[in-house]
């Protein structure tokens, strides 16, 4: 019986450790299943505070990216309004272009001209188109670089209606409110700068077509003028007129050939002394330069050199006419400065330089030369002013025959004085003078024969061209005087002139 109540004990006990350890292991599970919930349901509402995040953020990249593109807008139409507010640089081109249509209008009409048929008259003409091309062809080069400029300008404003982004619109009604006006102002802007920027556009477009059509025009003149200019030579050659007694009455005009000669070089003159201000200058500044140049050396010499007298002696030209010799070379040089003058220009420096050589040869030469060249000068003038002539006449036929009659007679006189004496005068004198007389000799057979514009180009030339040897002789001694001065002055010893051999330059 014991034994019986000590087993029902023992599997009581055993029972009892069994349901403890039961219910320990039930709440054991109860925590670990516990935990696991918590930590799904933190990762769960992470994921949703994430979600919800990265939504607020791309809201916030969009607006962002519109107000951005809005500010990019408003910073180039302000620029570009900047820019359009000083105004296009077209106002001198405005101004001057129909000035230019009118002359261009002119030489057409001076062109179709009947009368129009000397040589020189074509020169003339030719030499104006080509210094309007070229005005007109920098005209167009500044223009398509203002157009360029207003081009890209309305390339940039296009963009704003173009850009889908804008298009765009947030959701959220506080920022919908403030991209809405800022849009507003920013369209109300381009509407402003895309108004002005077209109206410049406009304004160019037609500068540029009046600029083209008077280009196009000189295209065409030049060509008409090139085509005249082929048929005269081929008629100087055969021959424009009759024999020399043979008087055509369509050339007795002489009034109307003076008026256009007159108005035509004087609106020459015009444009070349208004357009050519600053090569007036640099001319001014090279007389400036010489003079100096020349006062300086002598001056030096005689205030700094024992033997200035003998210095002086070898040189007579720039110390005993230091002025005349100084508007010498000036006058002489100063032409080539210019690349297109009138002749009506060129013709009156030359004037002036002979006057020049006439002094200098009046204080070094025989009188034999001076009386020459004395009676040369006026036939010069008569030269001069017949190559200016732009009309054919029978008087200036009959005029240059009688010059290049007068040139031999007063040529073979003093060419028998220079033979007798050749010592007294200028190197090679006979030779120049015996090219002289068989060019105007030649004239005098052109002339005859009918071919005047040839018989007229070759006797000027051969007068312009002797006073040119005689201009080039003087200007090389004045030129050869004045370093023999700047090498016998008082020198620094580590001058360049010491480096210079002035025998030989003299030599050469």
Sequence with gaps: MHNKLLKIKGIALILLILLTF???????????????SLRETERKLKHSRDSLLQTFNKTDTSINSLLQRMQQYTTTFNQINNNLAEGLDTADISQQVPSEVKRLNKIQSLINAKKSSTLRYLFVLRDNLDRIQDELEGWQSSLDDINTKLVQNQHDILRFTKDSLLKTVPSDSVFKIKFLNHRKNVATLWHKTDS?????????????????????????????????????????????????????????DLDSALKGTINLNNTQLYYFTKNGASTHLLGLLFLVLVGTWIYYNWKKTVSGNDRHENILGHTNYICKKPIISTLLVTTAIVPYFYGHPPVAFLEILFSISIIFVLILVKSSFPSSLLRFLHQLFWLTLIFSLSNLFIQITNIDRYTILLLSILSIIIAWQFYK???????????????????????????????????????????????????????????IQIIIQGLFLQFHTKKHENSLVNLVDYNLIQKK
């Design 22 to 36: 039961s219910i320990h292991n039930s709440f054991a599970q109860e925590k670990k299943k516990k935990p696991k």
């Design 196 to 252: 002005v920027n077209r109206s410049d556009l406009s304004k160019l477009n037609l500068l540029q077509d009046q600029v083209a059509a008077a280009y196009a025009n000189i295209l065409d003149e030049t060509d008409q003028i090139d085509s005249k200019i082929q048929k005269f030579a081929s008629r100087a050659v055969t021959g424009e007129f009759g024999y020399i007694w043979k008087i055509d009455p369509k050339y007795n």
């Design 417 to 475: 004085k220079v033979k007798t004496v050749p010592v007294d005068h200028l190197p090679y004198t006979s030779e120049a003078l015996k090219i002289f007389i068989a060019l105007q000799f030649l004239s005098i057979l052109l002339n005859v024969t009918g071919r005047f514009s040839l018989a007229k180009i070759v006797a000027t030339t051969a007068v312009f061209n002797l006073w040119m040897l005689l201009s080039v002789y003087f200007i």
